[in-house]
């Protein structure tokens, strides 16, 4: 684990190898939508499933006040582990906000 990479920068290796690692189904593509400038990083799946289109987001993690927070982790085996030892700190990780830290979240 290097140390000397950022939090933004983690995620974006992170999430690149987890969407290159994905099988390609049909004509579905995963993506990693990495943008560091606004803290947003996504996994997101489009394409069209039978003659369905899919647009739909498999993972969403921002950062908030130097915590890496998810939103949404849809992996089977979730994205948690795989940021932790890519060397983002554990604690510096929040999942399922309460209620009162969502509302803190809401003005920043």
């Keep these: 684990m290097d140390r000397s990479l950022t939090y933004p ?14 099988p390609r189904l049909q004509t579905i593509q995963i993506r ?4 560091t400038e ?3 990083f996504l996994i997101i799946a489009t394409g069209w499933e039978k003659s369905v289109w899919l647009n739909t987001i498999l993972f969403h993690a921002r950062l908030f006040d130097g915590k890496v927070v998810i939103e ?6 979730g994205m948690t582990e795989a940021l932790i030892k890519a060397g983002i700190a554990a604690e510096d990780i929040v999942t ?7 509302q803190l979240t809401l003005h920043r």
Excluded at 32 to 35: E, K, R, W
Excluded at 72 to 77: G, L, S
């Design 96 to 102: 399922g906000l309460s209620q009162e830290q969502r």
């Design 9 to 22: 920068e983690i995620l974006t290796q992170v999430l690149r190898k987890a969407s290159d690692a994905q």
């Design 32 to 35: 990693a939508v990495c943008d």
């Design 72 to 77: 949404d982790d849809n992996f089977e085996e």
């Design 38 to 40: 606004s803290g947003q």
